[in-house]
């Protein structure tokens, strides 16, 4: 019997596994991943400063325990060069796996930052673990960072670096942090949050080139200013990876498309996390993938079912001003209105008919997240 193959062992790909043991032991499954198949919580990578972690400490299973655990063959440091979806079978850099039923848990690629200069080579980015590493190894002994991007992981990484005494700079395209996700007087808050506890803001600004400073770097932005730091991290987003899809005839947008059964347009192969547009949603979060796990694993097992996603509010992990947001759909007509409750900011956006679409919430009250939630509409009913 040939394998079900996941390709991925981030918490896309294990979460399925996960999932999919807890109703079927025995099918086969192998997962391939081009890494050292650690299993790690990829969001403590921007606050593992501040929780005094190490590297090496985020990791909770090994590839082998998890092997061990799951009763699954994991082929790490194994690249995927193609799918062969005639004969049903993936090619690696390390030989010819055959499949039952594929899934593509790839993950995305960090943005390129467009950074001229000789010293861009040395502009570092945090996708995994691996990254991380290489970023921490970079950090001993140096005091400042420059950060490219004050979304929603240039907030935090701000954050945790500040907090852990380096001198924080953040350039950014917008006029102030997330303004994307947040209405404008709680991004105002952010900024002079993460400002008192030491973050320099360069607002409106994008850097141009990096050139070598002593030990460091240093950045021009576009309006001829520099700004010199002993690392330059950048956040300006991610890309869902489709190079791979895309090549075997697997129709892909700005996601690798699936519909609610998270079968992409090739029957028996399926794709989910970050790489995944599901009915035209691009979540890169950790809960729709966790819903995708357990609605996958349902079909694998022999029940199909449809994926569903409740309201899911993100939270923001900058403990200087800690937020929960659930923004409204995009194009969604209604308005903001903000009120002290609970001694917690809440911005609520409402439609014409006085209904919840959107909420951000400024400080920590469990209750009146969940409360919130509860009035929201599902993203995917
Ligand atoms: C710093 C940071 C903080 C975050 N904080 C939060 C948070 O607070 N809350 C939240 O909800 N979300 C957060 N996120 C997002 C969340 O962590 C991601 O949505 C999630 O981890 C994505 O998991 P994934 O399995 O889809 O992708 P990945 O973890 O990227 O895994 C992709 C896997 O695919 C493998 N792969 C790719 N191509 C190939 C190939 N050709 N051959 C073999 N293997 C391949 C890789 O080796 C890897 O194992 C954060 C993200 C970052 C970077």
Redesign the pocket.
Known sequence: MEPIVI???????Y?LLRELRKLDRETPVTV????E?AAYA??S??NALATGKAPEQLANQTAAQISASMNAEVLTH????RIDTAAQQIE?DQGSVPYSHLVL????DPIAHGVAGPAAGKILS???LGDYTRFRTALAGKKSVAILGGG??GC??ANDLAAAGYEAAVVHLGASPLERILPAPIAQRLSESLAAAGVAWHFGRRAVSAETAGNGITLTLDDGSVLTADVVLSAIG?RP?LA?AQAAGVAAGRGIVVDRMLQTSVSGIYA????AEVEGWVL????P?LQQARALAATLAGTPTPVCYPAMP????TPVLPLTVAPPAPNQPGQWSMEMEAACLVARFKNEQGNLQGFVLCGQAPGLRSELTKQMPSVLP
């Not at 194994?78 to 060069?81: C, E, K, Q």
């Not at 993100?314 to 992990?317: A, D, E, H, Y």
Request: with cysteine.
């Open positions: 390709i991925g062992s981030g918490m896309a790909g979460g391939i991943t081009a890494d198949g990829k969001p990578l921007s194994t690249r995927v060069i690696t848990a790839l993950g995305a945090v996708n995994d929603l992981i935090e990484f991610l990876r791979l989910m996390g970050d790489c890169p979060y950790v809960q993938l993100v939270v923001v992990k």
